[in-house]
């Protein structure tokens, strides 16, 4: 009898070992990603498409960088970060996310410079220059979460990044940001400045919308490699002017230049929007095996990959003489976006944007409601010419559609100039 009650004490004993021994012990994610591990740059930004597969039931929650990983509390899955080694969160702006079928799932990885330094201050003198990304996947019918962990390996953003855009601007050969050409003219030459991580080939087209044309969606604006797989060649097209392919030597930075000026379009009066459209290329560095993630088949091809929208600009054919240059009459100061009527996603940060006023010191920037409620004023220095409209306008709403105006203030706050209200739409994303 005694023997039997031994017996019962040790088996009782190792169940209790084993459970705890469980307990403790991290369960794998089962959703999978690609690429596990990039090289990412030390001091400046960085932008990496990942593929995710394997979603049941779940949908992307927060994106997190972090210097260390430790074990989810059960009974959520995977690794999560370290709670006192986190770097910074994935900004809502950076925000280009895609869930697709087959339970697949897009990230654009767009690591902030702010982050890439903080990740650089934590590894001096550590023998290792890691840190991590991990994104968190929550259940929709109330199953546990998961974490998935993507390693970042900090190098000096050389050949083996990812080809990827940090920041595009394109601009005429001019002071001014919006040209106003006469009838028989032609707009003065222009060019693209592209910062970049990585090397490849920076190829795709320029296009030019004409007067009374739909105008581009955001999606429409992204690169060609921002996009999923399935989406790629979806975008609206316009009028071509040029195509350019030209090599992105790994030193950062390099100029576009334009078409000639003569071949952009000119026949009707109104006004006219350049696109940069820029086309996926073959990088080894950033591509994506959806094999490897469960997402698909094939391999993603991810070269020049951007966390934002390219920019526009503009000219305006005919008018010209209703603008005097350095005055401070009203047709001085232009809004650019959001154009009348646009529709404005309410969960997204869209950007309003004007042009600049000789004379100016500041800018005041005000929303209302169609109605006369007001929402938000905001004071900028006269070196601004844009301001990101936050989402909490939308909110503030509660509805209803808004318009917003800019003015341009002397240095004792008189009002200099002033725009008349522009009404845009709010819409929820689908």
Same mark, same amino acid.
Do not use: H, K
């Given at each position: 009898m005694t023997t039997f009650k031994r017996g019962l004490l040790a088996i009782s004993t190792c169940t209790g070992l084993f459970g705890a021994l469980t307990a403790t012990q991290p369960l794998d994610a089962q959703i999978r990603v690609h690429p596990t591990g990039v090289s990412t740059n030390a001091m400046n930004p960085t932008t990496v498409f990942l593929s995710f597969g394997g979603l049941r039931n779940q949908i992307p929650a927060e994106g997190i960088w972090c210097g260390e990983i430790v074990a989810a509390v059960l009974p959520d899955r995977g690794q999560m970060c370290d709670p006192k080694t986190i770097f910074g969160r994935l900004p809502l702006r950076s925000s280009l996310d895609?869930? !697709?079928?087959g339970g697949s799932f897009t990230d654009i990885m767009s690591i902030p410079a702010s982050v890439a330094r903080r990740a650089f201050q934590s590894a001096v003198g550590l023998t290792s220059g890691t840190f991590f990304y991990v994104r968190r996947f929550s259940n929709t019918v109330g199953g546990a979460s998961e974490f998935v962990v993507v390693?970042?390996? *900090?190098?000096?953003?050389?050949?083996n990044v990812p080809f990827s855009l940090t920041n595009v601007t394109v601009a005429f050969e001019t002071e001014l940001p919006v040209q106003f050409v006469s009838p028989g003219q032609t707009p003065p030459a222009f060019s693209a400045t592209v910062a970049y991580n990585g090397s490849g080939q920076l190829r795709g087209r320029w296009e030019v919308v004409r007067p009374g044309e739909e105008l581009p969606s955001r999606n429409d604006l992204l690169t060609e490699a921002t996009l999923p797989q &399935?989406?790629?060649?979806?975008?609206?097209r316009y009028t071509l002017v040029d195509r350019f392919n030209v090599a &992105?030597?790994?030193?950062?930075k390099m100029t576009l230049p334009g078409p000639d000026p003569a071949r952009l379009p000119h026949d009707v009066d109104g006004t006219y929007f350049v696109l940069l459209r820029v086309e996926a290329s $073959?990088? *080894?560095?950033?591509?994506? $095996?959806? $094999?490897?993630a469960g997402a698909g088949s094939g391999i993603t091809r991810n070269g020049a990959v951007a966390g934002f929208a390219m920019p526009m600009l503009r000219y305006v054919l005919g008018g010209a003489s209703d603008i005097v240059s350095g005055s401070t009459d009203r047709r001085s100061l232009l809004q650019l976006s959001p154009v009348s009527n646009a529709i404005v996603a309410r969960d997204t940060v869209a950007?309003?944007?004007?042009?600049?006023?000789? !004379? &100016?010191?500041?800018?005041?920037?005000?929303?209302?409601?169609?109605r006369g409620q007001?929402?938000?004023? &905001?004071?900028?220095?006269?070196e601004q010419t844009e301001y990101a409209i936050s989402p909490l306008v939308a909110e503030r709403a509660a509805g209803a559609d808004v318009r917003w105006?800019?003015?341009g203030l002397d240095a004792k706050g008189d009002v200099l100039v002033r725009t008349d209200w522009r009404r845009y739409r709010l819409a929820v994303r689908p």
């Open positions: 895609r869930i !697709g079928a390693t970042c390996r *900090l190098t000096g953003g050389g050949a &399935a989406e790629r060649g979806t975008q609206r &992105a030597l790994p030193n950062g $073959d990088e *080894l560095a950033g591509e994506s $095996d959806l $094999d490897a950007m309003s944007r004007w042009t600049a006023v000789r !004379g &100016a010191t500041f800018y005041r920037v005000e929303f209302e409601t169609t007001t929402l938000l004023s &905001a004071m900028l220095r006269v105006r800019v003015s």
